[in-house]
């Protein structure tokens, strides 16, 4: 089976360092995905991790633990226009050729000022 | 920048009405996939096609739902006779064959009364 937890939602204050946590259980691992979900609209692509470490993309980067089925999102010098839903997302292990994605609920971020 | 479209942006139909959900992909994307999203909910695989067959399909994608590639650029969804519980966001994504991240249209609102 696939399970897929994210917090469900974060606030923190323009300018500083949010981390968004995810951890899965699937069957079988084959990448991890980050999406930005605005309110009503599409999930737009941020990231993609599928060997351990640290991938850095200007003020987005995601982080991948294999053995531990755990990656993180941070997002540094926090702007408004961040605030939207966050969401976590894997491709299954099996090599099919159009393999789905399956999607946490995702966080919703709230920046303050 | 190309980008996934989607048409019509809101559907209203009435129970037991089929509709049609018309997308075209990113032009050089060969991968196509369905997703919905029931409000306030989390993002749902539907179907994959490739290579002008339906690749993976879920539990959701029953013998109500069907997709076609009626020529070059349309990539369609068919709900033959809608239910209440259809009333969703249909997204609409592609990826190409180098990279596995998939790009999602910008959605159709879905409205079964």
């Known amino acids: 089976g696939q399970n897929i937890d994210q917090p469900t939602e974060m606030t923190a204050t323009e300018g500083a360092i949010v981390q968004i946590n995810c951890t899965y259980q699937t069957s079988g691992f084959n990448g991890l995905f980050w999406y930005q979900q605005h309110a009503g609209e599409a999930p737009t692509f941020l990231s993609y991790?599928?060997?351990?470490g640290l991938e850095e993309k200007g003020r987005f980067s995601s982080f991948l633990s294999r053995s531990k089925g755990y990656s993180y999102l941070l997002l540094k010098e926090l702007q408004m226009k961040d605030s939207a839903s966050y969401l976590c997302?894997?491709?299954?292990?099996?090599?099919?050729?159009?393999?789905?994605?399956?999607f946490g609920t995702g966080t919703r971020l709230q920046v303050t000022l | 920048e190309p980008e996934v479209t989607q048409t019509p942006s809101h559907q209203v139909t009435q129970m037991g009405q089929e509709v049609i959900l018309r997308c075209v992909p990113i032009?050089?994307?060969?991968?196509f996939y369905w997703y919905r999203q029931i409000l306030g909910q989390k993002v749902e695989f539907l179907v994959s096609f490739y290579n002008n067959e339906i690749s993976e399909k879920s539990e959701i994608f029953d013998d109500q739902f069907s997709v076609e590639r009626p020529d070059g650029s349309n990539f369609t969804l068919k709900i033959r006779s809608t239910k209440l519980e259809d009333s969703a966001m249909y997204f609409c994504a592609s990826r190409g064959t180098i990279h596995y991240e998939q790009y999602f249209g910008p959605g159709t609102r879905l409205t079964v009364t």
């Open positions: 991790n599928v060997l351990d």
């Open positions: 032009s050089n994307h060969l991968y």
């Open positions: 997302a894997v491709r299954p292990g099996y090599t099919g050729t159009a393999s789905k994605l399956t």
